[in-house]
Every structure is written in structure tokens, then in C-alpha cells.
């Protein structure tokens, strides 16, 4: 599969990102809030977007839609976002790695509860529209 490169695929869309970065920030405040107090946190929270904006030019651009694993290359830089921010504030990498491991911990029960509030059959979950994608095209027969 030849893929084209749009070079502003990811500063197109840098509004919707920053929208659930914010969100993911506030999934991570009840981790962090053990750490640091309010005010703190709305600090590291301001540079961490910061931090995010500037990393947004810089994801590498492997198929958007067409790619299922576009997704997971945008939460890994969101996360990079924060690890950076959390270092610098003197978090060990230990810490931070307990930070993720939690923090993927969360989202994993997310998906949990999503899946039975769907049906108790996780196979009955509809796909988002990567995977649908990524999935016709792994069906196409290859020339």
C-alpha cells in the first residue's frame, strides 16, 4: 500500500487534539492530585499542552484514517507530553512509570465498562473507523 504524505495532517486537526488532550488530562488529575496540590497541577497542566502543541507538527504522518495505529501514535505523543512535563518537575522514572501504568489502568476499565454497557459480548462492539479501514484494505487482494 503506497501511503501520501500530507505534511499538515495532525496541525489540521491540532483543535480536536488539544479537545481530548484536555480530557486526558483530567482522566490523569485524580493520579497526579496525590502528588501535587490544585494549583500546581493547573501548572503543569498549562505546560503540558505547551508541551503537547509543539509536539503536534512534529508527528510523523503513517496513513491517518487509513492506519489503525494512528491513534495509539497520538495518545503515545499526548503521553510524551506529559512524562516530559512530570521529569522536569523531578518525578523519578519510576514514578512516571507507575504514572502510566496507572493512567493505562483507567483507560483499560474505561474500555471494560464501554464494552458491557454495549452488550456482554465484547465481539458485538462496533469498531471505530480506523479499524473498519485498516481491516477492508487488509482484505483486498494484494497485486
Known sequence: MVVKIIEDYYTKRKPEMMK???????????????KFNEP????LFKQMKSEYEKLIPEIPYIGGLENMFTNILVISMSFLAMFRILEKEGLTLRD????????????????????????????????????LIYGKNCAKPQN
Open 20 to 34: 481530548n488532550f484536555s480530557h486526558e488530562l483530567e482522566i490523569a488529575r485524580e493520579l497526579l492530585i496525590k
Open 40 to 43: 500546581k497541577l493547573d501548572e
Open 96 to 131: 512516571i512509570g507507575e504514572f502510566n501504568y496507572e493512567l493505562w489502568d483507567i483507560h483499560s476499565n474505561m474500555r471494560k465498562k464501554e464494552f458491557l454497557s454495549i452488550s456482554k459480548n465484547s465481539a458485538q462492539y462496533q469498531l471505530n473507523q480506523p479499524t
